[in-house]
């Protein structure tokens, strides 16, 4: 049964950072985009950050220059480095993976929260 957890969430004072983790279990992960989304209380849920199979990384605008995504296929994990933390940034993030072009193979983890707060 595949698996997604999400690890490094916590509260954390504006300016300050974090850095989550997501790992994978029972997929090949090197085939699949991975994606970081958030949902702050009473929002929908949005893309914050993508890694395609090839490195790729895309971002809301609202993250950039701020937060970095990256993977590591051999330890089938995925990364966000949030910096520069605000109140906004406050939400439940959640991992994602995707295999391209097919709609059958889309996992999600439980999430993390993450609290930003003086």
């Known amino acids: 049964q595949v698996q997604l957890v999400e690890s490094g969430g916590g509260l954390v004072q504006p300016g300050g950072s974090l850095r989550l983790s997501c790992a994978a279990s029972?997929?090949?992960?090197?085939?699949?985009?991975l994606n970081w989304y958030r949902q702050g209380s009473g929002k929908q849920r949005e893309l914050v950050a993508r890694?395609?199979?090839?490195?790729?990384?895309d971002y809301t605008n609202s993250v950039k220059g701020r937060f970095t995504i990256s993977r590591d296929n051999a330890k089938n994990t995925v990364f966000l480095q949030m910096n520069s933390l605000k109140p906004e940034d406050t939400a439940r993030y959640y991992c994602?993976?995707?295999?391209?072009?097919?709609?059958?193979?889309?996992?999600w983890g439980q999430g993390t929260q993450v609290t930003v707060s003086s």
């Open positions: 994602n993976a995707v295999r391209p072009g097919s709609t059958a193979y889309n996992y």
């Open positions: 029972e997929i090949i992960f090197s085939r699949y985009f």
């Open positions: 890694i395609t199979t090839g490195g790729n990384t």
